[in-house]
């Protein structure tokens, strides 16, 4: 296969996934992080903008460590699981997530956003 070939299928791939992800994500969180971001909130942007650069480790360690497109796509569609049942266990702890990011709390924002990236890193690191 010509590598322009196999650089265009692992781009669209990616960025299906990254796509996949943000739809997913920004559906399962109770506020609306884009409505949110528009209206200026600091706060929703650092943990959407977190949470899908998490994400993209992921997706970049999955390209560079496997062998073909079914188990790159594979090895990132789990870590996208992970990413969100992150999310979901550190809001349960931290409780109130969703006061917090409405309000414009830019400290809460950037703590769930440091927390995606920790796990986007850890994720990423783990697929080798």
């Not at 590598?3 to 960025?15: G, Q, V």
């Not at 609306?32 to 899908?52: P, T």
């Not at 870590?79 to 931290?94: E, G, P």
Request: overall charge neutral; some cysteine.
């Amino acid at each position: 296969m010509p590598p322009i070939l196999n650089y265009l299928i692992h781009l669209f791939l990616a960025a299906l996934l990254l796509v996949m992800f943000f739809m997913i994500y920004t559906r399962l969180t109770p506020y609306n992080e884009v409505l949110l971001i528009r209206q200026g909130n600091n706060a929703a942007a650092l943990s959407l903008g977190g949470a899908l650069l998490g994400f993209s480790m992921t997706i970049a360690s999955s390209l560079l460590h496997t062998a073909d497109y079914q188990q790159f796509f594979l090895w990132a569609f789990g870590a996208m699981v992970v990413q969100i049942l992150a999310y979901f266990c550190t809001t349960r702890a931290l409780r109130m997530a969703q006061d917090h990011i409405e309000s414009g709390n830019t400290a809460f924002g950037g703590l769930l956003g440091t927390v995606s990236l920790a796990i986007g890193a850890i994720n990423a690191a783990c697929i080798s």
